[in-house]
């Protein structure tokens, strides 16, 4: 209270104080909102590569709490494609809910499912412009198991080239069927048992797809097939290749730990073969010491960034 001509009046400060208040809460929710709508699954032109010289695309699906400004470990795997030299469009799929690595994770699978329909549309929507472009997954943890479920979604005769999982935090006995019958050629599942994340957190708060199996997660031990395969199983499942760490992969910056697979090193030299085998020739046929130095100039000092404490955060 304030005496103003002998009378008391309230001040105020109180007012602006609530004004203010008001206005930050309003702007915060504003941003909130948007925050949910950019990541409610869709292909963002900021983490997008669009080239009228490409020979096809790579969507990639970024782990839970990534996919966005601050955080996205997509940006080393894009920096590898780059640096390999692929003629290829590169997108960026959002998926994640906004709210952080734990809602991502633990987001129902009709939530996920909701978003690899619209990466199923996309990806027809793309077959439909570029019939005889090739079309390949990138997926990263979490993001593993909206790659799979838009694989589900896909249209009898739409069908992508290949699909990378890294770091893949799904059930290890997850039916991959019906996912599979939408890969031409291969589904390279990269492995190891030194990951931190998966040894540690999933096991306790459930896999991308919503299962409480202890350490039986694709991203430790790898993709186990049912029990009695029929002959279509069979056939389907014969599509999996098993990529486990080894020490060599050190050398590119893969540690062995949760986000080593998306290191730009070891995007460059071990997932552009993967899923462009003619790249391989190339690779092969350049590995000199002057290709080397090109490949370093292109993706900068990645090497020096890496370390094994920040591979399994």
Same mark, same amino acid.
């Given at each position: 209270?304030?005496?103003?001509?002998?009378? *008391?009046?309230?001040?105020? =400060?109180?007012?602006?104080?609530?004004?203010?208040?008001?206005?930050?809460?309003?702007?915060?929710?504003?941003?909130?909102?948007?925050?949910?709508?950019?990541?409610?699954? !869709?292909?963002?032109?900021?983490?997008?590569?669009?080239? /009228?010289?490409?020979?096809? !695309?790579?969507?990639?699906?970024?782990?839970?709490?990534?996919?966005?400004?601050?955080?996205?470990?997509?940006? &080393?795997?894009?920096?590898? =494609?780059?640096?390999?030299?692929?003629?290829?469009?590169?997108?960026?799929?959002?998926?994640?809910?906004?709210?952080?690595?734990?809602?991502?994770?633990?987001?129902?699978?009709?939530?996920?499912?909701?978003?690899?329909?619209?990466?199923?549309?996309?990806?027809?929507?793309?077959?439909?412009?570029?019939?005889?472009?090739?079309?390949?997954?990138?997926?990263?943890?979490?993001?593993?198991?909206?790659?799979?479920?838009?694989?589900?979604?896909?249209?009898? &005769?739409? /069908?992508?080239?290949?699909?990378?999982?890294?770091?893949?935090?799904?059930?290890?006995?997850?039916?991959?069927?019906?996912?599979?019958?939408?890969?031409?050629?291969?589904?390279?599942?990269?492995?190891?048992?030194?990951?931190?994340?998966?040894? *540690?957190?999933?096991?306790?708060?459930?896999?991308?797809?919503?299962?409480? !199996?202890?350490?039986?997660?694709? &991203?430790? !031990?790898?993709?186990?097939?049912?029990?009695?395969?029929?002959?279509?199983?069979?056939?389907?499942?014969?599509?999996?290749?098993?990529?486990?760490?080894?020490?060599?992969?050190?050398?590119?910056?893969?540690?062995?730990?949760?986000?080593?697979?998306?290191?730009?090193?070891?995007?460059?030299?071990?997932?552009?073969?993967?899923?462009?085998?003619? =790249?391989?020739?190339?690779?092969?046929?350049?590995?000199?010491?002057?290709?080397?130095?090109?490949? /370093?100039?292109?993706?900068?000092?990645?090497?020096?960034?890496?370390?094994?404490? /920040?591979?399994?955060?």
């Amino acid at each position: 209270m304030r005496r103003r001509n002998g009378q *008391s009046t309230k001040s105020s =400060i109180p007012r602006f104080a609530a004004i203010h208040y008001f206005l930050w809460k309003w702007l915060f929710a504003g941003a909130a909102c948007v925050a949910i709508l950019a990541n409610s699954g !869709c292909v963002t032109a900021a983490h997008s590569s669009v080239s /009228s010289k490409a020979l096809g !695309c790579v969507y990639y699906m970024d782990g839970a709490g990534g996919g966005g400004v601050l955080v996205n470990w997509g940006r &080393g795997v894009r920096e590898g =494609i780059r640096a390999a030299g692929l003629r290829m469009d590169y997108r960026e799929f959002r998926w994640q809910t906004g709210f952080g690595a734990v809602a991502d994770h633990q987001a129902s699978n009709g939530y996920k499912r909701h978003a690899a329909r619209r990466l199923a549309q996309d990806v027809v929507a793309y077959r439909r412009n570029h019939p005889t472009a090739s079309v390949d997954f990138i997926a990263l943890s979490a993001g593993t198991v909206v790659a799979a479920y838009a694989l589900e979604e896909l249209p009898d &005769g739409c /069908s992508v080239d290949n699909v990378v999982f890294l770091a893949s935090s799904m059930s290890a006995d997850f039916e991959f069927t019906p996912a599979l019958t939408h890969v031409r050629d291969h589904v390279y599942v990269y492995t190891s048992t030194r990951d931190g994340i998966l040894n *540690s957190l999933v096991p306790l708060t459930g896999t991308a797809d919503r299962r409480f !199996c202890g350490k039986d997660i694709v &991203g430790l !031990c790898g993709v186990h097939h049912p029990g009695q395969l029929t002959a279509e199983q069979t056939r389907q499942y014969d599509k999996v290749v098993h990529v486990p760490w080894t020490p060599a992969f050190d050398a590119v910056g893969n540690h062995g730990g949760h986000l080593g697979g998306a290191t730009p090193g070891f995007v460059c030299e071990h997932i552009a073969p993967t899923i462009r085998p003619n =790249i391989r020739v190339a690779l092969a046929g350049a590995g000199s010491a002057a290709w080397h130095m090109m490949v /370093s100039q292109r993706i900068g000092s990645w090497s020096g960034h890496t370390s094994r404490r /920040s591979d399994n955060q």
